[in-house]
Nanobody, 124 residues
Framework: QVQLVESGGGLVQAGGSLRLSCAASGRTFSNYVMAWFRQGPGKEPEFVAGISWSGGSTYYADSVKGRFTISRDNAKNTVYLQMNSLKPEDTAVYCC?????????????????WGQGTQVTVSS
């Protein structure tokens, strides 16, 4: 399994921006499809964004399209989530996750490696 550590969360006002980072170690990073999920209080994990091994393909939940951008730097073993125009409903713990296969669905159960998460709080 690959080990994942997120950073970059915090408190921001509505309309603001944050950039999350997820650093990977332990395995060849470029062999993994990466994704960001978020989980609000009392809610199930929600897919936010995904990216293919090389970064050539990206995928987004409808709720964040046009506001969030996922990217990766395989030389730095890091995946990023740039979040703009943040809304209070974006408040959640954001986790990065890794899996080997690129398939058309993005279920949390398909990911075998997870980070510990970073809190994002958007105030109104």
């Amino acid at each position: 399994q690959v080990q994942l550590v997120e950073s970059g969360g915090g408190l921001v006002q509505a309309g603001g921006s944050l950039r999350l980072s997820c650093a990977a170690s332990g395995r060849t990073f470029s062999n993994y499809v990466m994704a960001w999920f978020r989980q609000g209080p009392g809610k199930e994990p929600e897919f936010v964004a995904g990216i293919s091994w090389s970064g050539g393909s990206t995928y987004y939940a409808d709720s964040v399209k046009g506001r969030f951008t996922i990217s990766r730097d395989n030389a730095k073993n890091t995946v990023y989530l740039q979040m703009n125009s943040l809304k209070p409903e974006d408040t959640a713990v954001y986790c990065c996750a890794a899996r080997r296969a690129l398939i058309s669905t993005w279920y949390a159960g398909d990911f075998g490696s997870w980070g510990q998460g970073t809190q994002v709080t958007v105030s109104s």
